[in-house]
């Protein structure tokens, strides 16, 4: 309801003025616990389940938070997550399932809902497998079909160039890759499909932890690329579902 | 035609020698003068017309190239173009134009045809400007309808506040800001549409020439931004137009 | 007592020889076995209590440090203390507490006291907690009054807005984030109390340790921000309490 | 007016349906030309007229929006202004004034009107001056009695210690300088105000344009010091005079 | 003459005291002017003929370098020669040539001398042409045959596919590229010939002056790479002839 | 075969099909488990055996890689490999070896077989014995003999200067050297040998984790060096093996 | 006088109180115009006369300053001055002299005087000169004899190693050298003498203006080697001549 | 013995082929097992008995190392040692001591001998105390008289002034400090002798890990400071003995 109707509606007594006031003050987030507030209003605003940050999350504030999902009933997945915690979650949730290997933690009821569209996941070597399961498993808790594409590196750039046609029928396609991160460059200049690239802290030396690969996607001399940070496999999938479900959908 | 057809047709002598020949060796491109090859298939496999990176560059193989697509009849913009260079190629080629702001030549034979899809463009400040500008050029070379919001910097929230409900009915949004670069994570908030954040070298002192910026932008506590190279409106634009026709025309 | 007037009582008699040499030989600390000196004049110099930071302090050297507080029944807090040092420190006096979170060692003898003028902490994420709450406890043991808005982070700005009114009401404002801290712009923007701004290590990748945070606040396109080390807590709840007192009780 | 009094006098009928829109609506900002939005209602908001920063802005873009204050009859300073820069608004507005060292363009209706409080401004080296000088005409623009002492750098320290007494009595301190810029952390010791620190690019070499002196005040091991932007001495004026205002007013 | 053999010679009269003093005492260097010293004796030493590097010479000692060059008929390139510096030098000494866009001041009299061997240099855009003539202009002053490929970045990875099989017969590969750098990385998994890869300051932003594409090609997960200075063509160019004259000549 | 070989034997039926399908299908490299893939055609194409990256690979994947060797029987080594990771391969195929120092697994089937050409392996001090071995273990798998100078670093240069006419007699020399690396720079003068760099991690403080021996390395003011990635003993052994066999074996 | 004299003196009346004032006020400096404080005393207190730093000085200040040492018969240098502030200090003191390469301003009352003790100053290349000449003529006027061997880099070790028995005589050494800056490790590994290091901002592309040279003698692997800023002759020469007086007069 | 010398001598037959053989030969350092040389002929050389950094040495290289000098009877440190290092060498030597704080393995044979001269070791704050003790345990070894001043950093300056008149007494002053590192600073403006300047790790945050410290610590705008390494103790004790043998024994 827009503002001019709202104030119509109360000046005509259509609405009371109880109501009237929840509209202008809701605040859209629930206070959870004494630390955080969840935003379960962006579900809405936003079209898409949450997501949770647990790397530096004390043990009662991550509890309490899956917790008010789980009273919800609604889905959620924590990134970032240590075995530990996931164990410390798991104690009170016995829903939530654990991947190891993407740090994830989840919550997620619409495991069997249909997923639409298709995102492609393209890694470089068997090194960044971590970041590829975590964009993987968000992007099909978000609601995607996935394809991924494994260990096709530019080293041996036929083993990519062979893809490129099973790749590009892709939506989106997201580029993973550490050490140079040249995978993002070779693989914009041969699709036609938008490139959303994660550097991977992959690699030793002067890769300055990821900041070498992440220069590098930046400054990409191919157009059709951009770049979300270190590691960040997550942020990766949730921006290629928001583009892949547009699409997916149609929009206008 | 994929390769097992076109083994077929050799063995069955539906093509010709050369012809086969030609498809399995084509370039795709072409040498201009000396030093430089244009990748003319490139609007064919990417759907989009090409654009030139101006900047050192030297004049005899900046001409060289604008004469080839000038000759072609093709469409091309020069990016990162000094009003120098401009005069330059305008002695030679009557027909292109330049934006001061911008720092852009174009070249463009379809600035009457009809855009489609529509990109937002949010710049933070004043100063932002040129690559607002830049983006702007290149969305609308590129085929797309843009609406520019300027100088609605989170500085005073209001502003913007004020415009996320117009904002958030483009298919994309780009997100233009210097020095913190904030406004890329509070729109992500407001929004369920892409955002594509442009950092700018605006700012003095630890802004570091748009590192900070930059920086800022790809640790956006948000999701749903990914992030171009500072100053690169065009890129952004280039990105923003593939997403933006693929939702308009719809895709699967 | 002036010198002219020093030395007038000196020429007059009126002051002992060993007195006039006491004052003008006075160094206003004193050594604490043999590698510390503790300023113990700085508490009437500056009217604040003492702080220790004990990272990376020989445990020798901080346990010598605290028994000479205790010994006089003086307060102090230790910050950046590990459990390992408080359960140190506790072994020889007993009255000292301890904050797993906060990481700091207290000795406070205050505590019952009033305290006057209120000090605003504002935290981004829950990962922030910690620094939260070395600036509050540092701000309670230095006699403001602490309100503390956790989890108001501006991926969700309405969470902000929301509590904007009644965080102007506070003499001054600690806003505290990591990431790409935006919190810090967007809060100066709506209100007209001064903020210092605490980066915090939290984030992944690029976030650098912190330093992208830092470089953010440090760059804010609003005003009346001031910036404080990364993780820095106490720094800020400290010059907080400065502000926060002379307002409070008046000054001119 | 709150939401809750609004609604009520909505619906007696005690505000008319547009008034009650515009309030609802109030956007507390002005579009000056087609690129710019000043935000008039920050002065009511935030109790300080405005500046603009004037680096980077276009010329249209500038003599625009002085032209709006000017119109307004409203006060206005532009930081890091060229010469030329104040040479294009002067020749529409006479009324401008402008400092060559400090760099601002004063559009300033309240030369005349009294000041209050009392700020001390401390820089290290005559290669300050200009920053030295940006925060003096700043906080006099901002309504605070200022002085400043200049050249107090502590590689002769009993320059500094010998004004520490008078320096003391300001409400608050603004510490200058470049190279390591060791001035702010020796004041802190010596003073109970709160200090705000700028750094300057006043060096060469390993100074990395004043990211050491920022450095090394953000590490400043004295309490009751926070830091702005390198050479944001007008930054640093506009905090200070927040504070300074509150505390010579009295708020609580 | 080895020691042993000098002893003897010495002991048995062979040679005189003042040659065996020589010999011991030789220095293989001349003094020109008063601040410089030219190792001719690296000539034999190194079996090439000698560079100087003009950037930031001062006028006299430029001149002075060239002239005792001249006088014994020696070679020399001077690199990073301004235009200025040539014209300087070409008014003493009539010999020279010089190149614009390679900044190369050249006194060759062996440019008529048969060439051996081949070096591939392969550059990315046509904004990389300096370098890439640095680099070409000294192979061929150091006794190579050059083979160029310009333009062939992998943004369209075909152009460079293309061009492999011919590339690939060189003894050595130069790689230039600027941006993300991806060239080496691509071409080092193609060929099996050692590639010296130059990183260019082409680009902006983020590209660091170069500073990314260096960081791009020390992290090549592709082997057979290894990397010089940022647009240091000249250098390249003197280990792949290096390299070149042993594989042409045999060593073993 | 060449492509306008193999139409015509399509064309004429001497080549089947299928056969023809093969060819020009061929992706020359394996899929091994379902993360990774092997260019098993890369011995072919490179004429080196594999070597695997071993840092941060899962254990599973790791495995699978060395059984595809194993079963294979080819020769792989496997660098950055921990202790662990050694033994859990160990377990599986008891044909593989491990260096604790270079930290190398090797399944090597070439021991026995002739070396030939010779690389000098020169390190500057004992702390970088672990990158020299990396170096030496990977040339002698790559077919090459070594002799390494060890502790032989620039302080004490008479160390150096006494092996430089052992040093220049190999084909290739690479230079090992942590902290401020002069090693390269001196040895490079005193050579007409190419040499390739490690800089080494070896150091503390501003030794930035090896980046101050990269930068020293790349910007020596000797020529005839090139650099590769910290600590990467590995990639400098593989190109002077690949300069070394063209030598020792002529090339044209 | 010490303390305990003084009051004694006072208390006696041999000391009138005026006196007695001034001695514990004495400032021992000059305030200069209205921006700058000359400390005077620092001449007694340390024995050097002064040295001003030019660069960024505004005119009206540079000329107060130089005009109070002519005033006072005064010798002072000025460091980094450009050739027009040399002019315009000219115009007001005819005393002044310049020298264009190290970019001084001399005042100098004391060229007769004799000079003692010996510093070397040892510079690596020709683009060192200069520094090499700032640190020489600074020197020269804090009365040190100065020996200077220019163009001694370790590209051609044998330059330097025959130099050495000649350098090794002085009391200090100043190494001067850029780009690698290996000749500070090389040099202090030959000589029992301390050495000042300057590193210069001569090279280019990852020389990062001096940085890389600052880093590695930072980080040199031989003892006795400390550094100063980069480009600091004035500043090693001061320090040197501090050593060099003590070493030559004798001190204990 | 000068070459001119032993060349006549030769021709004479005052010295036998054998030893004109190993005089021309002797290479000052004897191979320690298969890795390492050790450097005797540098006591000599240099005028100090030996350091060996025990940071990433081998265990067994350790081991051997100390055995030469323990066999020789000659002293030696070692630095930068771990525990776990010193009771494996213990464990051979039982005539070795260690210092936890410092980590200096000490094989000390000159204890007793009389100490010359004095430094002056002045720390900033109990957290630097293991940088002190590994000054003060290498100064003493090295044969200087240390007097040691600790906790008296900048941020309560009196207690550096109190103790200033007897700073000033010693030869060569050493500071050391982490944080902003002002220490050095004040120190310099306060006395005339030459100071060393030691960055610490100490601090947190934006400190980066001690790079601020030495930023600062180079940058500063008092005379007669140098710099060494981060930490690095050790090297600043070594330097100030230099000095201070030079000074207290006189050298000209």
């Known amino acids: 309801m827009d503002k001019k109707t709202l104030i119509k509606q109360i000046k005509e007594g259509l609405i009371s003025e109880e109501d009237a006031l929840k509209i202008l003050e809701d605040k859209g987030y629930a206070d959870v616990g004494e630390n955080a507030k969840i935003d379960f209003s962006r579900r ?51 829903d939530v399932e654990y991947s190891d290997l993407a740090q994830i933690i989840s919550l997620d009821y619409s ?54 046609e099973e790749i590009k029928k892709a939506n989106v396609i997201i580029a993973i890759a550490g050490m140079e991160a040249a995978l993002a460059t070779v693989l914009a200049g041969l699709v036609d ?17 990821g900041i ?25 999938a949730y921006q290629a579902c928001q583009i892949n479900r547009l699409i997916a959908k149609g929009n206008k």
């Open 44 to 94: 809405d605003r936003r079209g898409f389940p949450e997501a949770i940050y647990c790397a530096s999350k004390d043990d009662k504030s991550l509890i309490e938070i899956f917790k008010a999902f789980y009273e919800r009933g609604e889905s959620v997945i924590g990134t970032r997550a240590s075995r530990r915690q996931y164990e410390i979650v798991k104690a009170v949730i016995d």
């Open 193 to 209: 499909k938008p490139i959303i690239a994660v550097p991977t802290s992959v690699g030793y030396g002067a890769n300055l932890g």
């Open 111 to 164: 495991k069997e809902s249909e997923k639409i569209g298709e995102i492609a996941i393209v890694s470089a070597g068997t090194s960044d497998l971590p970041i590829s399961l975590e964009a993987e498993i968000t992007a099909r808790f978000l609601g995607a079909k996935v394809k991924a594409y494994r260990d096709v590196g530019v080293a041996g750039v036929h083993r990519l160039l062979d893809k490129t």
């Open 212 to 236: 070498t690969a992440l220069l590098s996607m930046i400054n990409s001399c191919a157009e059709g690329v951009s770049v979300v940070n270190i590691d960040n496999g997550y942020g990766a």
